[in-house]
């Protein structure tokens, strides 16, 4: 047999026919759209995320105190520190001959400094956060206190009632206080149980 006739052979036997005339390709319309999809896709996460960037901007933006906000926040601080420095180092050295400066200063000098701290969060939330669940006994505690202070000190002029009052509401601040900081009202409760565990134990004696 002759080149020739094998090669008519192999094509009239269709051993030659094309190996990839078989395969489904995509065509140009489907790879189009899958491309258009994806790029759908990718356009909707990006805009996504820049709304959520947006908003945790506004949101920070927000949380800042403006400039009168800060500045009365400034005053008020600066205020509650004078009158604590007065009540510290003016008004505790004679506490036993006159409780009321004590008292009435150190009232005062705790409550510039919670209107300042409102003055920088927002009134709002101050009270929202002192009042919140499992703190708000002590807030209240706190407020009681301070208005029972000023009223036995500047009204009944009271010695022993001012005293008492004082000593309240130096108990409830710090509970207050320790209650923002994580484990702090358990660290406040330890350090007085062994600070009453001392006193019993020298009384004892």
């Avoid at 004590?102 to 969060?121: D, E, K, M, P």
């Avoid at 009271?158 to 702090?184: E, R």
């Amino acid at each position: 047999m002759s080149v020739l006739e094998g090669w008519k052979a192999y094509e009239s036997g269709g051993q030659g026919a094309d190996p990839e005339a078989g395969l489904l390709l995509p065509s140009a319309a489907a790879i189009s759209g899958r491309i258009g999809s994806l790029a759908g896709d990718a356009a909707r996460k990006i805009g996504a995320a820049a709304t959520e960037a947006k908003a945790t901007a506004a949101a920070a933006t927000a949380a800042v105190p403006s400039a009168t906000s800060f500045q009365l926040a400034l005053c008020l601080f600066l205020a509650g520190a004078t009158m604590q420095f007065i009540a510290v180092f003016i008004a505790l050295p004679v506490i036993v001959l006159s409780p009321t400066k004590f008292a009435v200063s150190f009232t005062l000098g705790n409550c510039f400094v919670i209107a300042g701290a409102g003055a920088l969060t927002g009134l709002r939330a101050s009270v929202a956060n002192a009042f919140a669940a499992g703190r708000a006994p002590v807030a209240a505690s706190f407020l009681a206190s301070a208005g029972l202070t000023l009223w036995s000190a500047l009204i009944l002029h009271s010695y022993l009632l001012s005293l008492l009052c004082s000593c309240v509401q130096v108990g409830a601040l710090s509970m207050l206080v320790a209650s923002y900081v994580p484990g702090g009202t358990s660290g406040l409760r330890m350090v007085a149980s062994g600070g009453w565990s001392a006193l019993s134990s020298l009384a004892g004696r």
